[in-house]
Every structure is written in structure tokens, then in C-alpha cells.
């Protein structure tokens, strides 16, 4: 039985997208051993679903398509490390503005997976920009985080939500879109 590794996710505008790789440019300049996200992977996880059997993908997929939600406008800005300044391993951006609205809307997506036996989880509203792998430049990052605290990306409408396909490779992964579930007006 073939399973695909799947996650939900919110899609970045094109022009946002730039400007965070303008972030991105600064934060490898310092000595850190950074795998920055690529421009087209940059997007705003709502659940990692894990590997999904396609039996299985076919009522995921029927489930999200019930969902009724509002269209909403989100924010990006401030960027901050997971799990902690003492042991970084992502550097991210923010939520601001629609922060709730993404957090309900997680909560009806996480709700409506349960009945397919999908392991609820905790959600930090987040746009990953890198995954750090060592303790070197630690300092760097961490004054870079300390100057751009208040950063301010931009805003965008948040009028879908995608269900996507993740093909890890040495390259790095590789998405592709299953399905897209549009938002009510």
C-alpha cells in the first residue's frame, strides 16, 4: 500500500515571497549552518498530516471540502525561533493580524481530521524561513532575530487552503498540490 506525506497548507503571495527571501539573503550572512526554505516552498503549514494511504486521502480529502470558513486577510511580521533561544532549530515569521481567524480555522481543520483518527496537535501560527543544524553562529542568529523583531512582511488575503503532497529528496522537498479548498466570501 502506497502512502503519500501530506500536509495542509496556506499559500504566500508571489511578492511576499520575495521579500522574505530579502530576509533570508541577510540571515546567511551570518556564520550559521542554515537550510534556508526555497521561494517556492515558503508557505504557512495548517497541519502535517504524516504519510497518508490514498484510500485514506480520498475521505481526507472529502472531509476538508465540508469545511465552510470566511475569507480573511493575515499579516506576516515579527520573526522569533523554535523551540527556544538556547537550542534553535527553525527561524520563523509570524502571524499578526488574522491570527485568530487562522487559529479557528485550524480548529475546524484539526476537528474535522479527528473523525479520520488524526492526532490532534498543538499549533503555533508560523511561516518557517530556515532550519538551523548546529550550535555554530548561534549569537549571529540571535542578534539578527534581536534586529529584525519587528519586522513587518506585509499582508494577504487568505482565500484557500491547499492540501499538498511533500517528495523528500537530497535536493530537498519537493511540493505539489492534491487539492484546493476555497473559502467563503
Known amino acids: 500500500m502506497e502512502a503519500i506525506r501530506c500536509f495542509i497548507s496556506i499559500e504566500i503571495p508571489e511578492e511576499l515571497k520575495s521579500k522574505i527571501v530579502e530576509l533570508q539573503e541577510n540571515l546567511k550572512k551570518t556564520k550559521a549552518r542554515l537550510k534556508l526554505v526555497e521561494k517556492q516552498n515558503l508557505h504557512i503549514t495548517l497541519k502535517f498530516l504524516g504519510n497518508v494511504e490514498k484510500e485514506k486521502l480520498e475521505e481526507v480529502k472529502k ?9 480573511f486577510k493575515i499579516s506576516l511580521e515579527k520573526i522569533g525561533v523554535f523551540p ?81 503532497k511533500s517528495k523528500l529528496t537530497k535536493e530537498g522537498p519537493i511540493y505539489s498540490e492534491i487539492a484546493r479548498f476555497i473559502l467563503q466570501k
Open 63 to 71: 472531509e476538508l471540502s465540508k469545511i465552510k470558513f470566511k475569507k
Open 84 to 164: 527556544n533561544p538556547n537550542f534553535i532549530r527553525v527561524i520563523w515569521i509570524g502571524v499578526g493580524n488574522g491570527r485568530e481567524q487562522l487559529l479557528s480555522l485550524y480548529n475546524i481543520v484539526e476537528n474535522s481530521l479527528s473523525k479520520l483518527n488524526f492526532k490532534k496537535e498543538k499549533f503555533e501560527p508560523h511561516l518557517t524561513i530556515a532550519r538551523n543544524r548546529s550550535r555554530i553562529g548561534i549569537n549571529e542568529i540571535l542578534s539578527f532575530i534581536k534586529e529584525n523583531s519587528s519586522i513587518k512582511i506585509g499582508e494577504f488575503d487568505v482565500n484557500e487552503f491547499l492540501l499538498m
